[in-house]
């Protein structure tokens, strides 16, 4: 997010730079300001709605319609099915902020239930969890 905002600023910077170069040139005779000023809002109307759309665009994950969950497996590992439901929701890519508001409980609940995940996974990251779970077939 940091990336794509300090490339639109410096995009703004560069174009207005222009603008005044250009005003110094040779269009001030034959423009006026507004017309300056409608290119520029013009120009970033549209790379706002592009960057928006980039940034809200829904990712479809493709799952194994043939996947069952072994039961017995979450039982030798010890994983609660608050916990299960935890590492379906890392697996989707949601923040623990995210997972606490749809399930309804506290951020630091959602921290414990993946730590106590990361342990009986025997994990240091999420991505790793999400791996391993599939390693296992606890995830499709």
Known sequence: MRKIIF?????????VGLLKYFEYSFFVKDLSAEIY?????????SLGIWAGRKLTRVKIVATDPNFVLD?????????????????????????????????????????????????KLNVRRRTEAVKKA????LLP
């Open 7 to 15: 490339l639109y600023g410096s995009a703004m910077a560069v174009l």
């Open 37 to 45: 000023i409608g290119a520029v809002a013009l120009l970033f109307t």
């Open 71 to 119: 039961p017995q497996q979450l039982e030798r590992l010890g994983i609660s099915k608050r916990e299960y439901e935890v590492l379906e929701l890392i697996a989707q890519g949601m923040s623990n902020q995210e997972i606490a508001e749809k399930l309804f409980v506290s951020l630091p609940t959602i921290k414990t239930h993946s730590s106590n995940l990361f342990l």
């Open 134 to 137: 599939k390693e296992l077939m």
